[in-house]
T-cell receptor, first 111, second 115 residues
Framework: GQNIDQPTEMTATEGAIVQINCTYQ??????LFWYQQHAGEAPTFLSY????GLEEKGRFSSFLSRSKGYSYLLLKELQMKDSASYLC????????????FGAGTRLAVHP | ETGVTQTPRHLVMGMTNKKSLKCEQH?????MYWYKQSAKKPLELMFV???????ENNSVPSRFSPECPNSSHLFLHLHTLQPEDSALYLC??????????????FGEGSRLTVL
């Protein structure tokens, strides 16, 4: 089967660093995406990894290890506005853009 | 205008009603998608359209009927729904539906409640 696991909830303090993990088992792999979704809003794209290693984009970084079926999203210098759900999604094989999503990690940032 | 617009934002319907959800994208994309988001569950892909042609129906019950008249518009026609169909229905678009395409752009969703 196809499965993507990520923690349900996390809490962190403003100004701190938090790491959200994602493990996956899918039929084929064509890239891993991270999306941010604030309550009542559209998911918005954060990062994309297709090769092993770290991709850095401002306060957000994403890491991928294809051999381990593992990714993480690292958020630095946390701000209150970072309180949101973070969705991990894998593009499986099959000839077209089919994303399989995890259930999301709800992050609460406290002062 | 935001990139992907969905209407209505909220919809309450009875099990015998017929209603439609509408999605419009202003990004010049050629692929459009319907996803279902239920509480504490992963987004579920329902349908994919690429250049107006349906390329994926993810075993969706026939009470959900999609329509894609052109690359900018996507509809989801609803009839004789069940209470368990209550969810947030998200529309998304991407440049194409190929595996090398970029990220999905999502609308804000239509919150559906079936009584």
């Amino acid at each position: 089967g196809q499965n993507i696991d990520q923690p349900t909830e996390m809490t962190a303090t403003e100004g701190a660093i938090v790491q959200i993990n994602c493990t996956y088992q899918t039929s084929g792999f064509n890239g891993l995406f991270w999306y941010q979704q604030h309550a009542g809003e559209a998911p918005t794209f954060l990062s994309y990894n297709v090769l092993d290693g770290l991709e850095e984009k401002g306060r957000f970084s994403s890491f991928l290890s294809r051999s381990k079926g593992y990714s993480y999203l690292l958020l630095k210098e946390l701000q209150m506005k970072d309180s949101a759900s973070y969705l991990c999604a894998v593009r499986s094989s099959g000839g077209y853009n089919k994303l399989i999503f995890g259930a999301g990690t709800r992050l609460a940032v406290h002062p | 205008e935001t990139g992907v617009t969905q209407t209505p934002r909220h919809l309450v319907m009875g099990m015998t009603n017929k209603k439609s959800l509408k999605c419009e994208q202003h990004l010049g994309h050629n692929a459009m998608y319907w996803y279902k988001q239920s509480a504490k569950k992963p987004l579920e892909l329902m349908f994919v359209y690429n250049f107006k042609e349906q390329t994926e129906n993810n075993s969706v019950p026939s009470r959900f009927s999609p329509e894609c008249p052109n690359s900018s518009h996507l509809f989801l026609h609803l009839h004789t729904l069940q209470p368990e169909d209550s969810a947030l229905y998200l529309c998304a678009s991407s440049q194409t539906a190929g595996v090398a395409t970029g990220e999905l752009f999502f609308g804000e969703g239509s919150r559906l409640t079936v009584l």
